[in-house]
């Protein structure tokens, strides 16, 4: 069993930047890669960013060069610095652990991007 915890979400303004965390905990060593999701009212949840146990990092064409994704493998925490935010960002933010038994998802972290 994998356990995530996301925080830092919440509102800022277009232009302004938000980092995410997910804490990962439980049998972590399973993990092959983490990566960050959202889901906006009325659309389905999309891949936001994904990193691999080797440092291996992917975006979606949405947030490149915009995001960064990073994890600190000591702690077992996964970032998502989110600069030059934009309103069509708005979303739940979801943390991602995948495994090869199953994926696990955190709770969910509100991000509101005012115009």
């Known amino acids: 069993q994998v356990q995530l915890v996301e925080s830092g979400g919440g509102l800022v303004q277009t232009g302004g930047s938000l980092r995410l965390s997910c804490a990962a905990s439980?049998?972590?060593?399973?993990?092959?890669?983490m990566g960050w999701y959202r889901q906006a009212p009325g659309n389905q949840r999309e891949v936001v960013a994904q990193i691999r146990r080797d440092g291996d990092t992917n975006y979606a064409d949405s947030v490149k060069g915009r995001f960064t994704i990073s994890r600190n493998n000591a702690k077992n925490i996964v970032y998502l610095q989110m600069n030059s935010l934009k309103p069509e960002d708005t979303a739940v933010y979801y943390c991602?652990?995948?495994?090869?038994?199953?994926?696990?998802w955190g709770q969910g972290t509100q991000v509101t991007v005012s115009a």
């Open positions: 439980g049998s972590t060593n399973n993990i092959a890669a």
């Open positions: 991602n652990a995948f495994t090869i038994i199953r994926p696990y």
